[in-house]
């Protein structure tokens, strides 16, 4: 189904506005994230955030989004020479910045709605000297600019959100693939039988332009197109210690309101799926 562009232009919208914003702040390494953080010991965690100054409170918040990344990177597996890795809904290139240096043969190509997002993770790349190997465009991930199996390895962190019907994204992405690719998604997932999941969906749904949806569809619509589930991973407990953390600082985003009892009380999940394209 195409996704109405309307839509989509709401969510260029939102992220061309995100310039000298809460993420940017955090970024001291130039390695801008959007998405949660992984925080173990929730205790001690926010024990080391109330000592630290702005400056290592920012960095400790940070460095939590930064072990995601990390934690995410051991599910693509290790790319075999030559790969080509597409990162769906790349922000500002955070991901991609991380994973270029971490396998400095593996190509890249990055797309998201903003131009702006699209030019900023350029500008990263080229400071970075990745040159040709590491390329960001804006376009949507659900038409995507690439021909059929371009890809090996598909990544999308936190972008499925924002997708209406999940099947326009597992479709695309299962054309861009290769028979036997690996795709890892990172998503907030609806837990529907919370009695807070709506209330807080809508939340989301109005200050992030997103769709949550529930675990069902992560399975369903994947399987439908061709995606075979590996393996699924719940990520809510370390998240839901990140959130604590983020509204424990002195100025945040001001969406930790409802993201921290969001994900503490697990009507939102936080959870990690990887899959391969049936051969
Ligand atoms: C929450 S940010 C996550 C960015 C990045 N993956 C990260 O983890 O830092 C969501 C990203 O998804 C992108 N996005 C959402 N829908 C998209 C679509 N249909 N096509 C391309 N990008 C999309 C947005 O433009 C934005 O860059």
């Not at 061309?16 to 390695?31: C, E, H, P």
């Not at 960095?59 to 790969?83: C, K, M, N, Q, V």
């Not at 598909?154 to 036997?180: N, Y």
């Not at 998503?187 to 332009?209: E, S």
């Amino acid at each position: 189904m195409k996704t109405d562009p309307r839509w989509l232009a709401r969510i260029a919208a939102l992220y061309d506005s995100k310039r000298r914003d809460f993420n940017w702040r955090l970024a001291a390494d130039g390695v801008i994230h959007h998405h949660n953080g992984l925080a173990y010991g929730k205790a001690a965690f926010l024990r080391r955030l109330r000592r630290a100054s702005p400056e290592g409170a920012d960095r400790i918040i940070h460095d939590s989004e930064t072990a995601l990344s990390r934690l995410g990177f051991r599910y693509l597996g290790r790319p075999a020479p030559g790969a080509v890795l597409l990162d769906a809904g790349c922000g500002r290139g955070g991901s991609s910045l991380l994973l270029a240096a971490k396998y400095p043969r593996l190509a890249i190509r990055g797309v998201t709605l903003s131009a702006y997002q699209a030019a900023a993770a350029r500008a990263a790349a080229k400071a970075r000297g990745l040159g040709a190997r590491v390329r960001f465009s804006r376009a949507s991930m659900l038409d995507l600019p690439f021909k059929k199996g371009s890809f090996d390895l598909v990544w999308a962190c936190e972008s499925t959100e924002h997708v209406p019907d999940l099947r326009d994204f597992f479709r695309e992405a299962a054309r861009a693939a290769r028979p036997g690719a690996r795709l890892v998604v990172i998503a907030w997932v609806l837990n529907p039988a919370h009695p807070r999941a709506a209330g807080f969906a809508a939340l989301t749904d109005r200050a992030y332009v997103t769709r949550v949806h529930p675990e069902e569809e992560y399975l369903r619509a994947a399987s439908a197109e061709g995606w075979r589930l590996r393996l699924k991973k719940d990520l809510t407990g370390p998240t839901a210690a990140y959130w604590a953390g983020r509204a424990a600082l002195k100025s945040g985003s001001g969406t930790e309101a409802f993201m921290a009892p969001a994900f503490a009380s697990r009507a939102l999940l936080y959870r990690l799926y990887s899959y391969d394209l049936v051969e």
